[in-house]
């Protein structure tokens, strides 16, 4: 990890230093732009309770709040200049708390200027086809991100949930050809936003073909997310020590025809379990490695300007404990699944904003929800009602 660390870190050195060389301009004036996202919305279930210990909602990120609630108010500045630019992207808000769940370290776990900081970062476009980025950024991994305005549904899926939402780090983006490009990064462990508590790194890898009918982006992260690893034979006698973490995520989508669009995104994570050092020997203390896996189908289509209608499926499955507590994990092997029907609408009001009446169906294997007799379901049905704003 710290010789391909540094690495990277020469190519970089020699990448400014052949920049020098050929540019000593003085960079020309930028321009400075506002944007962002004001969103809210009402949500209830239909076959369980809504209030109180027993209020029941999908075990996914965002959009689980009961009755009328808020999303999140999102502002983003952006300095684009000729060769170099900054991003400064602030949330507010239930939903914009819960993507920044990483942060403040720098506060002691107490509120902070952090915690409203969704992406922070600095880049340069060293040339026509290099692009360097330094600070906190949103997971290049998956199919949906945390803006409401990007994604058709409101509510969002088990992988982008569970996956990566951010990471701060140092990430070169390199325009291969027309349709080919590839991204290497080296960041902290997985939404350690701030900065690095533990002094390990996480290497982040992408390959992306694009053309005018659709893309695909296949995408890695490894590293050791935990810091209880050792690499130089010293005891560790923690036995709750993970070890390195894996995933690989394919995103595809394509429009098949002037109306209708069709995406999809599977993703497989795992960890192996701790281990630690008995002279010359590795010990493993944990047995079997944990993680997820999962794939979703998104079929969308527009038949005006003003509506759209489109539909996600998704199956997501844990293995050995892989995310404790959070799909119906059974008490004996700790596995268990999910699949998620959501239908959505996308009704354009004026332009600017969007309204999602949203329904929603979760089923697993174990009783993981209540009725509204209070008595274990395997399913859960919900509806919710979103508007969302973009300027």
Known sequence: MKNLFLLILCVVLST???????????????????????????????????????????????????????????????YQGKKVGAVADLVFGPRGEDAVFGSPLYGGGMAGSSQIVNQLYVYWNVSDKVTLTMGNFNTFLGYEVISPTANFNYSTSYMFSYGPFSHTGLKANFQLSDKFSFLAAVMNPTDMTEFNLIGTYTLGAQLGYSSDAGSTYLNFVYGDQDGKLSNDGTLITDQSSLGKTFQVDLTTGFDLSDKFYLGFNTT??????????????????????????????????????KFGIGFRGEYFSVFNNGLEGVVGLSPITGDGGVFAATLSGNIKVGGNLTLIPELRLDSMKEEFFVNKNLNGSKGLASFLLAAVFAF
Request: proline share 4%; net charge negative; hydrophobic share 30%.
């Open 16 to 78: 400014f230093q052949n920049a020098f060389a050929q540019e000593e301009t003085i960079e020309e004036s930028g321009s400075l732009t506002l944007s962002g996202s004001v969103d809210a919305y009402y949500r209830t279930n239909l076959n369980a309770p809504n209030k109180g210990e027993s209020f029941q909602a999908p075990a996914s990120s965002f959009g689980n709040l009961p009755g009328f609630s808020l999303g999140m108010a999102n502002i983003i500045a952006t």
């Open 268 to 305: 497989y994570n795992t960890t192996s379990s701790g281990e630690f050092f008995t002279g010359s020997d590795i010990q493993n203390v944990n047995g079997d490695g944990a993680g997820f896996y999962g794939f979703a189908g998104y079929l969308q289509t527009k038949p005006s300007d």
